[in-house]
């Protein structure tokens, strides 16, 4: 398995301008072919993170734009719920007014 640095390396060698994020994570499995999805965007997080000079304009839309994606399974929003109030509680803190 490959290292988030090699990743990282491998992501600004084969990035270029206009790539779409499809091209690119084909150029980095051609090198890498172990590498899941969700590594090589953490790779792009990474690299951008690191600080090289260099435009990496390419990378950082990838990193975003495929960031919350996975190809086995949806985003699924959760919608929480409010606590409920302990109803004995509050019906004593009302008698005692």
């Known amino acids: ?3 988030i640095e ?3 390396n491998t992501l600004r060698g084969v990035a270029a ?7 690119l994570l084909a150029a980095v499995r051609e090198k890498h072919p172990e ?11 990474y690299a951008l993170a690191e600080g090289q000079s260099g435009d990496h304009a390419d990378l950082h839309s990838f ?3 495929e ?9 699924k ?7 409920k109030k302990d109803r004995k509680s509050a019906s004593e803190g009302h008698a005692t007014h």
Do not use: W
């Open 1 to 3: 398995m490959a290292s």
């Open 35 to 45: 590498a899941t999805k969700k590594e090589v965007v953490r790779a792009a997080f």
């Open 6 to 8: 090699e990743l990282a």
């Open 77 to 83: 929003s959760v919608k929480l719920r409010k606590k």
């Open 67 to 75: 960031r919350a994606v996975d190809d086995d399974e949806p985003v």
């Open 17 to 23: 301008s206009g790539m779409k994020p499809k091209a």
């Open 63 to 65: 990193a975003l734009t």
